[in-house]
């Protein structure tokens, strides 16, 4: 099974500026892999920033971001706020093998 | 407003079996994929398989780790789609997560979590 990589931990400072990435196994990341990137706060259920490589829902924040970057799928956050803090995850699709797979997530931390 | 409801999580003891439910409301079940993913205490997340919707003939696809033991189905009447978890293991202790999408749909809306323990 394909392995999905994140940085386990990043920190950005308030109003800062920092880019998230997820790489796989297989190769480089494609569009193929209809990259999603989810966010968890402490004790609550996860939900859906990104679909799509680059897409956002009706309810995300406009300095979230996501794109594809050096053969990765990334997601960057403009301005970040106090409460972006949190774990983020990122989701590929291996159609060959009808599979998703997760990446281990990346903890945030605004500081 | 779509909303996913999940129950039926608790203890149980390893061996034995245990069926999960995610009644949703807001849209109709068998218009789209339905999937589950999970959660260990402490870890990250985990898909555990997803059931195609009635216009893709609401077939299955599951994760290496629970193939054979867990089977999604749905019953469109009721709003509810099911996981069936037998022959559980310790390793198989998560909160369990239903999300609307997996298929050629996009996952959106997630419900709140149930807790499956599995221990002796």
């Known amino acids: 099974q394909a392995v999905v990589t994140q940085e386990p931990s990043l920190t950005v400072s308030p109003g800062g500026t920092v880019t998230l990435t997820c790489g796989s196994s297989?190769?480089?990341?494609?569009?193929?892999?209809?990259p999603y990137w989810f966010q968890q706060k402490p004790g609550q259920a996860p939900r859906t920033l990104i679909h799509?490589?680059?897409n956002k829902l009706s309810w995300t924040p406009a300095r979230f971001s996501g794109s594809l970057l050096g053969g990765k799928a990334a997601l960057t956050l403009s301005g970040a706020q106090p409460e972006d803090e949190a774990d983020y995850y990122c989701?590929?699709?291996?159609?060959?093998?009808?599979?998703?797979?997760f990446g281990g997530g990346t903890k945030l931390t605004v500081l | 407003e779509v909303q996913l409801v999940e129950s039926g999580g608790g203890l149980v003891q390893p061996g034995r079996s245990l069926r999960l439910s995610c009644t949703v409301s807001?849209?109709?079940?068998?218009?789209?994929?339905m999937s589950w993913f999970r959660q260990a205490p402490g870890k990250g997340l985990e898909w555990v398989g997803f059931?195609?919707?009635?216009?893709?003939?609401?077939?299955?696809e599951y994760a290496a780790s629970v193939q054979v033991r867990f089977t999604i189905s749905r019953d469109d009447s009721k709003s509810i789609v099911y996981l069936q978890m037998n022959g559980l293991k310790t390793e198989d202790t998560a909160v369990y997560y239903c999300?609307?999408?997996?298929?050629?749909?996009?996952?959106?809306?997630w419900g709140q979590g149930t807790l499956v323990t599995v221990s002796s």
């Open positions: 297989t190769g480089a990341v494609t569009s193929g892999h209809w």
């Open positions: 999300i609307r999408g997996g298929y050629g749909d996009r996952f959106d809306f």
């Open positions: 807001g849209f109709s079940s068998g218009d789209f994929s």
């Open positions: 989701l590929l699709s291996y159609s060959d093998t009808r599979l998703w797979v």
């Open positions: 059931i195609r919707a009635k216009r893709d003939g609401g077939s299955t």
């Open positions: 799509d490589t680059s």
